[in-house]
């Protein structure tokens, strides 16, 4: 089993409309967001702005979560609305004009239409079954680094996403005693 482990400092930030973005991940590793042939992308924005309207993505399915304050998404395709707590989850169809009200930070999924995505909040020890593609995001909020929030033998920190490459084990989360809460994600085509 190999684990990457992608901390903000080593991650790709760049700004949009309505605030900046940090990629974490992008699949295929040669792909390019601008160029949008890409079959996976995992980032984390910053909306700094009380309105603002999402960058089209055509052929994408989208999945958006608040990690820290509230959003209120609607869009201009469908009569669908959503108002987000933190870890509260939308998918949305990439190609919506969709608009946001709220100032947070998020955290967004992207894969090419098609390919499916199960989304979870975890806050207690898991076994993670064998996948794809897994990942688990550990939001940037207070806690302490423990030796007891750990993905197998290694410790988990904050503002950092990481990627279970060999799909064919189980992999053991633990979180008790932690105080921490992170994102799940596990992508199949």
Same mark, same amino acid.
């Given at each position: 089993?190999?684990? /990457? ?7 790709? /930030?760049? !700004? ?12 295929? %590793?040669?792909?390019?967001? @601008? ?14 702005? &009380?309105?603002? &309207?999402?960058? $089209?993505? %055509?052929?994408? !399915? ?12 609607? =869009? @201009? ?10 870890? &509260? ?13 709220? @100032? ?11 390919? @499916? *995505?199960?989304?979870?909040?975890? /806050?207690?020890?898991?076994? $993670? ?8 995001? *550990?939001?940037?909020? %207070?806690?302490? %680094? ?17 990627? $279970? ?5 189980? *992999?053991?989360? =633990? $979180?008790?005693?932690?105080?921490? /809460? *992170? ?7």
């Amino acid at each position: 089993m190999e684990i /990457t482990a992608i901390a903000r400092h080593q991650a790709t /930030t760049s !700004t949009w409309s309505g605030g900046s973005t940090t990629e974490f991940f992008i699949y295929p %590793p040669q792909s390019s967001y @601008k160029k949008r042939d890409f079959t996976i992308r995992i980032s984390s924005a910053t909306v700094d702005v &009380e309105s603002s &309207e999402f960058t $089209l993505l %055509p052929g994408y !399915t989208r999945l958006i979560t608040p990690l820290t304050n509230q959003l209120y998404l609607s =869009f @201009k395709e469908t009569a669908d609305t959503y108002h987000l707590k933190p870890y &509260e989850v939308a998918y949305f169809d990439g190609a919506y004009h969709t608009f946001s009200k709220g @100032k947070a930070t998020d955290f967004n999924v992207m894969v090419q239409q098609g390919m @499916k *995505v199960n989304y979870s909040v975890l /806050t207690s020890s898991s076994q $993670l079954n064998p996948h794809e593609h897994r990942f688990i995001y *550990v939001p940037n909020l %207070p806690f302490v %680094p423990s030796a007891k929030a750990r993905i197998g033998n290694l410790q988990i920190q904050p503002d950092t996403l990481y990627y $279970l490459s060999d799909c064919t084990e189980t *992999v053991p989360l =633990f $979180l008790e005693d932690a105080a921490v /809460t *992170v994102l799940y994600v596990e992508i199949s085509f």
